[in-house]
């Protein structure tokens, strides 16, 4: 189930770490976030080490739909609710720097980067759109409110802000990689202290950075109750001569809805996002999105479908710093909640500077170890105890859930924490980190 992304590029491959070795910094995990961590502390003249469990953005990076943007669907109001003004302007100010990182980084590379205007629309509820435009005036950045007449359903609006950004994220990485230690197919199967004890090796730093996509170290931070995972799901459409002006939405779009659809073109190309769903829940998968399609654009051909996974955090905003209050040397990058573009970007930058002892004026936004009380940790509690006490042979064995089947994928999927195994057995998703027994 390859990406367009994927299907257009082949990303360089690196060895297997074979023996013991020492580093200044490992960064653990092969995606986004660890890349562009890696390549920035190369930039500080830091000695540091990648690994990664299979080939480098090979899961959610590989399968994303690109969208730089600081517009994370209607956050913005919410985010003042729940943390005041000033911590909310930090949030906003952190993400169009990621987006300005990314163009400076864009001009060394033809990565397709193009600056285009994002829109989060709604399709019932205007009030919900100028409670919005209203924070966006608060927090002092200018955004529109305006029609959506490239979507080929109704709408009632959008919020627009302007030159936001997408790109071949693969075509880019391709580039960043370059003089970079990596090592794949290389599965850190235990942490002692600061070494990590792989299948063939040992690697042992002075600091460790975890970009993982979900934390793997359970005694630290309580990830799997500050966490769970979800699943979107996109297809690539393509239309010949005249009809394929009707694939061109100008700019990006996401419903406000989470279970609406996302847009975005990629050339002559229609990206069609949606069908999500909690992992291990039932949700609308690709037959969602082929529905909608068959509906609007019925002579529009599929040439590539496939899925993402992203982890959520109890209030929408991602884990970036120090693993827990107890860990000196140990940091994390998760819970980009479907942004891992900026999000990535935001976690390469403030690590670095943490790694390397600079101040950095967005640490206590996304400080790991802010409060948990949120009305989501409620719900991630329920679930996992409900599927806990849910009485089934399969297991996760990352902490003992009940796995469900998912005939969408043909896979089994844990509805705690996201993690997923083949119809074999063989571990696709963390945080297991280890196949499942059938």
């Not at 769970?228 to 394929?244: F, I, N, P, W």
Request: proline fraction near 3%; charged fraction near 25%.
């Amino acid at each position: 189930m390859k990406s367009i992304w994927q299907k257009e590029v082949t990303m360089p491959e690196f060895p297997v770490l074979q023996g013991e070795i020492e580093t200044e910094v490992l960064i653990i995990g092969g995606g986004i976030a660890g890349i562009l961590t890696a390549y920035f502390l190369k930039q500080e003249g830091v000695d540091c080490v990648l690994v990664e469990k299979d080939r480098i953005c090979s899961k959610t990076t590989g399968h994303t739909t690109a969208k730089i943007t600081l517009q994370h669907g209607l956050i913005y109001d919410k985010l003042l609710s729940t943390f005041g003004r000033e911590r909310t302007w930090k949030y906003l100010q952190a993400n169009r720097q990621a987006i300005a990182q990314y163009e400076k980084l864009c001009e060394k590379v033809d990565c397709d980067f193009e600056r285009k205007d994002n829109f989060v629309y709604s399709r019932d509820d205007k009030g919900k759109l100028e409670r919005e435009m209203e924070a966006f005036r608060r927090l002092g950045y200018d955004a529109r409110l305006c029609d959506t007449p490239k979507l080929p359903m109704e709408t009632v609006g959008a919020v627009c802000c302007t030159r936001q950004a997408q790109f071949q994220p693969l075509k880019f990485l391709s580039f960043i990689v370059k003089d970079l230690k990596i090592y794949e197919q290389t599965f850190v199967r235990e942490m002692i202290g600061n070494t990590a004890v792989t299948e063939k090796g040992k690697v042992k730093a002075d600091k460790v950075v975890v970009a993982t996509h979900f934390p793997f170290i359970n005694k630290h931070g309580s990830y799997f109750l500050k966490m769970y995972q979800d699943r979107s799901y996109v297809l690539a459409l393509a239309q010949s001569g005249e009809e394929k002006v009707k694939l061109q939405v100008d700019g990006m779009y996401v419903d406000e809805d989470k279970k609406g659809m996302s847009f975005r073109n990629y050339g002559e190309i229609l990206l069609l996002g949606g069908g999500s769903h909690r992992t291990g829940k039932k949700g609308g998968n690709w037959e969602e999105i082929r529905q909608f399609a068959n509906n609007h654009y019925p002579s529009a051909k599929e040439i590539c479908a496939w899925a993402a996974q992203d982890c959520m955090t109890l209030d929408d905003v991602p884990y970036i710093g120090k693993y827990s209050k107890r860990t000196k040397e140990l940091y994390v990058a998760t819970g980009f909640n479907k942004w891992g573009m900026t999000g990535s970007m935001i976690s390469a930058k403030l690590l670095c500077d943490m790694v390397t002892g600079k101040e950095n004026d967005f640490q206590d936004v996304f400080s790991p170890s802010r409060s948990m009380l949120r009305p989501q940790l409620l719900l991630n509690t329920f679930e996992a105890t409900k599927n806990l006490l849910t009485i089934t042979p399969k297991r996760c064995p990352h902490l003992g859930c009940a796995l469900k089947w998912n005939p969408a994928e043909q896979t089994w999927d844990c509805a705690c924490h996201g993690s997923r195994f083949s119809k074999e057995g063989k571990v696709l998703d963390n945080p297991a980190n280890g196949d499942l027994s059938l």
